[in-house]
Nanobody
Framework: QVQLVESGGGLVQPGVPLRLSCAAS????????MGWYRQAPGKQRELVAT???????NYADSVKGRFTISSDNSKNTVYLQMNSLKPEDTAVYYC??????????????WGKGTLVTVSS
C-alpha cells in the first residue's frame, strides 16, 4: 500500500504562481516515476509532467516553459512549480507514482487530488 498526499492547491488569479507538493509514504521497495496529472471539468485526465528517479522529466506541450517538476528522493516527494497560470489550467491535480512494492511487484499509486482554480 502506498499513500500519496497532495498539498498546495487553491484559487489564484491568472499569472500568479502556485506550487504543488506530493509526499509518498507506505511500503515501497523502489520508486521509478512520480508525476502529476490533471482533470478539468468535463474532460479526461491528462498528463501534466513526470520525473524519473534519475531526474529525467517529461511535460505536456500545454505546460512546457511554464511548469517545472522536481523531486526530493530522500523525502519521496515531488513538486510542481506552476508559473504563468491560465484559466485553462483550472483542474483537479493528481499526484502519481509508479514503483515496486516490497515483493518487487509493479505498483501504481494515485493521490486524492488537489483543486487548482485560476480565475480573476
Amino acid at each position: 500500500q502506498v499513500q500519496l498526499v497532495e498539498s498546495g492547491g487553491g484559487l489564484v488569479q491568472p499569472g500568479v504562481p502556485l506550487r504543488l507538493s506530493c509526499a509518498a509514504s507506505g511500503h515501497l521497495l523502489n520508486i521509478h516515476v512520480m508525476g502529476w496529472y490533471r482533470q478539468a471539468p468535463g474532460k479526461q485526465r491528462e498528463l501534466v509532467a513526470t520525473i524519473t528517479r534519475l531526474g529525467k522529466t517529461n511535460y505536456a506541450d500545454s505546460v512546457k516553459g511554464r511548469f517545472t517538476i522536481s523531486s526530493d528522493n530522500s523525502k519521496n516527494t515531488v513538486y510542481l512549480q506552476m508559473n504563468s497560470l491560465k484559466p485553462e489550467d483550472t483542474a483537479v491535480y493528481y499526484c502519481y507514482l509508479r514503483g515496486l512494492d516490497p515483493q518487487a511487484r509493479d505498483l501504481d499509486g494515485w493521490g486524492k487530488g488537489t483543486l487548482v482554480t485560476v480565475s480573476s
